[in-house]
């Protein structure tokens, strides 16, 4: 293709900061996404009404994540880093980097602010919830309302009330769904040759995903439902953000940002002036 004839001329010695100055509002956004998402995670969730006689799915054995919280972040956001800056390592292409990179971050946080907004406004208790609130066995139910009069640790407590969605899934398809549709576009997956392999490639992050999820319904975690809702929230997300910077994977220029096409257009626009003007002046010059 002629366009990648330029590839490697765009580095991030030569055109990074001007790559990153152009899209300083998006940064900017990016840091109050990441205020919202502390501030999410330390107000009280909404504490929804929990009888007795609901408690009966909501015993579930009280156990460790399988994938714990600090874990999350390097399924969803380095592991898919890693493979854009080998990617950059063979192009040289600092608009591919930054786009990608700025993708992967809108994809993962706009997805946890959406998730864990939506997990204070429904408080929906977890399937183990009966022993976050009662950790000696013994349920306390006030006389008039029926209503849980929690025994347990406050903390404790408060993350019994965050079951739907589930937070590890909808980071770990936006992290991970991001790189599906990147890898898609990088690797030329509907070039309509027929290799089958490449889905196989493009499929292996959303199985790791969909793992993640099912690792949250076997710890008695999250219920089906917050899992499905989270995969879904977070897939979603990741598409939306993908297409922001990128063409579709199974279009001709779908191995590039917008970005890049976008300069390139740019460059040849001014070489096409600078060419008339030289002329111009030539002729003037001639005339003269």
Same mark, same amino acid.
């Given at each position: 293709?002629?366009?990648?004839?330029?590839?490697?001329?765009?580095?991030?010695?030569?055109?990074?900061?001007?790559?990153?100055?152009?899209?300083?509002?998006?940064?900017?956004?990016?840091?109050?996404?990441?205020?919202?998402?502390?501030?999410?995670?330390? !107000?009280? +969730? *909404?504490?929804?009404? %929990?009888?007795?006689?609901?408690?009966?799915?909501?015993? /579930?054995? #009280?156990?460790?994540?399988?994938?714990?919280?600090?874990?999350?972040?390097?399924?969803?956001? !380095?592991? +898919? *880093?890693?493979?854009? %800056?080998?990617?950059?390592?063979?192009?040289?292409?600092? /608009?591919? #980097?930054?786009?990608?990179?700025?993708?992967?971050?809108?994809?993962?946080?706009?997805?946890?602010?959406?998730?864990?907004?939506?997990?204070?406004?429904?408080?929906?208790?977890?399937?183990?919830?009966?022993?976050?609130?009662?950790?000696?066995?013994?349920?306390?139910?006030h006389n008039v309302t029926g209503d849980v009069m929690c025994t347990g640790v406050?903390?404790?407590?408060?993350?019994?009330?965050?079951s739907f969605p589930s937070g590890h899934t909808s980071w770990s398809f936006a992290?991970?769904?991001?790189?599906?549709?990147?890898?898609?576009?990088?690797i030329k997956v509907f070039d309509r040759r027929g290799h089958v392999a490449k889905?196989?490639?493009?499929?292996?992050?959303?199985?790791?995903?969909?793992?993640?999820?099912?690792?949250?319904?076997?710890?008695?975690?999250?219920?089906?439902?917050?899992?499905?809702?989270?995969?879904?929230?977070?897939?979603?997300?990741?598409?939306?953000?993908?297409?922001?910077?990128?063409?579709?994977?199974?279009?001709?220029?779908?191995?590039?940002?917008?970005?890049?096409?976008?300069?390139?257009?740019?460059?040849?626009?001014?070489?096409?002036?600078?060419?008339?003007?030289?002329?111009?002046?030539?002729?003037?010059?001639?005339?003269?």
């Amino acid at each position: 293709m002629p366009s990648e004839i330029q590839l490697g001329s765009h580095t991030i010695r030569s055109h990074g900061y001007q790559v990153a100055r152009f899209h300083m509002h998006d940064w900017l956004i990016l840091l109050l996404l990441v205020v919202i998402e502390v501030v999410l995670n330390v !107000i009280e +969730p *909404f504490h929804r009404f %929990v009888g007795e006689d609901m408690m009966t799915d909501l015993k /579930y054995p #009280l156990q460790d994540n399988t994938i714990p919280f600090w874990a999350v972040p390097i399924i969803a956001i !380095i592991l +898919p *880093f890693i493979v854009i %800056v080998v990617f950059y390592f063979i192009r040289r292409d600092v /608009y591919d #980097l930054h786009q990608a990179a700025l993708g992967l971050l809108f994809s993962v946080l706009i997805s946890g602010v959406l998730t864990d907004a939506i997990k204070d406004a429904v408080g929906r208790p977890r399937p183990d919830f009966f022993w976050r609130c009662f950790p000696d066995g013994k349920g306390v139910f006030h006389n008039v309302t029926g209503d849980v009069m929690c025994t347990g640790v406050s903390s404790i407590i408060k993350e019994g009330h965050k079951s739907f969605p589930s937070g590890h899934t909808s980071w770990s398809f936006a992290g991970l769904g991001f790189l599906a549709w990147y890898l898609s576009g990088k690797i030329k997956v509907f070039d309509r040759r027929g290799h089958v392999a490449k889905l196989c490639i493009v499929f292996a992050p959303l199985l790791i995903a969909a793992l993640v999820g099912v690792s949250r319904v076997d710890d008695y975690w999250h219920h089906w439902q917050d899992v499905f809702a989270g995969g879904l929230l977070g897939l979603t997300v990741a598409s939306f953000c993908y297409l922001q910077f990128f063409p579709p994977p199974y279009d001709l220029d779908g191995w590039a940002p917008h970005a890049y096409f976008n300069m390139m257009a740019e460059s040849q626009n001014d070489n096409v002036s600078s060419t008339n003007n030289r002329n111009v002046r030539e002729s003037e010059l001639g005339s003269v």
